[in-house]
T-cell receptor, first 116, second 111 residues
């Protein structure tokens, strides 16, 4: 079946620009996560949605980062005034329920963001 | 502070060798433990998990991991690796919906 889909797969943008990264979770999965993975590091938690609401956004690094999931399915991660330090692979994952309940996370292939 | 430490950054083995990848964590309270794997060109996927019960858990493809509470460890093992096990392996911990990942161990298996 279809897995988690992330678009675009690659995004190159100039410093100071605005970008949007999209995530299509597996159909029926209520939980959706955004992680960021820098070179040589493990995935770093950004935000978790349960349905339409952000249940935990404690990982967002600053107010330039924002994510929405208006209908409880597709999610968009928005980054304003991008900085070179934002360059990373942004991973989206979904699960049938929350990871805390034992449901495995299904990851997408990620969006590689490069800020020049 | 909550953290996960994977001491082996890069491991190189020949086929049929035994594997043990270390994972130590620092976490307050009840902890759930996971190993995820990322094969070349593929997305992260769950290898195995521990929530409670038998501290020795078995996952896919012959992998197993043992939770040792006194050592705050959850090491991954496989008795005999195959070339197809070449991948990056991530240990993760969490007791809510926020998982904390280690930096990963890159495993290369040569025929």
């Amino acid at each position: 079946g279809a897995g988690v889909s992330q678009t675009p797969s690659n995004k190159v943008t100039e410093k100071g620009k605005y970008v949007e990264l999209r995530c299509d979770p597996i159909s029926g999965h209520t939980a959706l996560y955004w992680y960021r993975q820098s070179l040589g590091q493990g995935p770093e938690f950004l935000i978790y949605f349960q349905g339409t609401g952000a249940a935990d956004d404690s990982g967002l690094p600053n107010d330039r980062f924002f994510a929405v999931r208006p209908e409880g399915s597709v999610s968009t991660l928005k980054i304003q005034r991008t900085e070179r330090g934002d360059s990373a692979v942004y991973l989206c994952a979904s699960s049938r329920s929350g990871a805390g309940e034992g449901a495995p996370l299904h990851f997408g292939n990620g969006t590689r963001l490069t800020v020049t | 502070a909550q953290s996960v430490s994977q001491h082996n950054h890069h491991v190189i083995l020949s086929e049929a060798a035994s594997l043990e990848l270390g994972c130590n964590y620092s976490y307050g309270g009840t902890v759930n433990l996971f190993w995820y794997v990322q094969y070349p060109g593929q997305h992260l996927q769950l290898l195995l998990k521990y929530f409670s019960g038998d501290p020795l858990v078995k996952g896919i493809k012959g992998f197993e991991a043992e939770f040792i509470k006194s050592k705050f460890s959850f090491n991954l093992r496989k008795p005999s690796v195959q070339w197809s096990d070449t991948a990056e392996y991530f240990c993760a911990v969490g007791n809510t919906d926020k998982l904390i990942f280690g930096t990963g161990t890159r495993l290369q298996v040569f025929p």
